[in-house]
């Protein structure tokens, strides 16, 4: 990103380390990394970015408040969008009751406006786990490679499509072998999900990425 110090990231092992916006010191977030076994780089420049990843993706998490304070937000999004083209860009996203009414809106235009990756999450606890798994995935050699391509299948991407309800390691790894991106597999109908993961899986899947498909469930 534009405004992330080269030499700071080119200093940082490659496994098991993240840089952290200052901002988040005290927080519960970074307490329970460091509980986690990661260790957190603390750097006051990252203004558009909250964690820079081993795996060269980078993070933004919009709170609650965020999202229910208006749409200043988006004009956030954007400029962090714009400002990390050379990594994989993951929003991080409270989606909870009081938050609940604004999720589909925001996950519109995080995904299909902008192309970047979403992942709900209740909070900093959970949004903590999330980051370490992704972390200590980076940290080992992943063994799945596409023929094809010849590329490795990215840690980040496998991590959140493990986060779906009734997802694991398995149907993940199917899922990712059948969609081109996670952005597809937002996408993706029960119909198309059915044939590679089986109907109930399918269901929790699409429920996951489609707040509509949620009424009822």
């Not at 992330?4 to 496994?15: F, Q, S, T, Y």
Request: proline fraction near 5%.
């Amino acid at each position: 990103m534009e405004n992330k110090p080269a030499g700071l990231l080119n200093a940082v092992p490659p496994h098991g380390h993240v840089i952290a916006n200052d901002k988040w010191r005290d927080t519960t977030l970074v307490h329970n990394l460091k509980g986690g076994g990661v260790k957190i780089l603390f750097e006051t420049e990252l203004s558009l970015t909250d964690f820079h990843l081993p795996n060269k993706s980078c993070v933004l998490y919009v709170s609650e408040c965020d999202i229910v304070a208006g749409n200043n937000y988006k004009r956030k999004l954007v400029r962090y969008r714009n400002a990390s083209s050379s990594f994989q860009g993951l929003v991080l996203v409270e989606r909870t009751r009081l938050s609940e009414q604004f999720f589909s809106v925001v996950q519109k235009f995080v995904v299909f406006d902008l192309g970047l990756t979403l992942l709900p999450v209740s909070g900093q606890t959970e949004a903590s786990q999330l980051i370490a798994q992704i972390v200590h995935s980076g940290s080992r050699e992943n063994p799945f490679r596409r023929s094809s391509s010849s590329q490795l299948l990215d840690p980040l991407v496998l991590a959140v499509v493990q986060r779906v309800p009734g997802v694991g390691r398995i149907k993940a790894l199917a899922l990712l072998q059948n969609f081109s991106s996670l952005q597809r597999l937002c996408s993706a109908t029960i119909d198309e999900l059915d044939p590679v993961v089986g109907p109930a899986a399918a269901q929790h899947i699409h429920t996951f990425f489609h707040k509509h498909a949620a009424d009822g469930t």
